[in-house]
């Protein structure tokens, strides 16, 4: 299991990370909406802008404050389940 650091010492499992998307569509903002009110939304921004929604295999909604890019630099060339693509 990978930990990748998501931001003011957060982690999440690169494994269990189904997609990693900018907030800013309405359809992420339904997905964001739709996770609060059904109690999976976890918020790891402190405060800070949501710079990535990242969407996990548990059915939970993360607010990030560090954008996809960085996240995906974090994870690495090998991918969150260590397969080379």
Known sequence: MKLIPI???SYVSAERIIAAVAPESNPI???VTQA???GRLV???YGRKTETVLVMDSGHVILCPVGP???AAR???EGGDGDAR
Request: aromatic share 6%; net charge negative; proline share 6%.
């Open 69 to 71: 890019e960085e996240l």
């Open 75 to 77: 994870i690495g060339p």
């Open 36 to 38: 609060r009110e059904a």
């Open 43 to 45: 918020d790891a921004t």
């Open 7 to 9: 931001g003011f010492g």
């Open 29 to 31: 903002k339904r997905v």
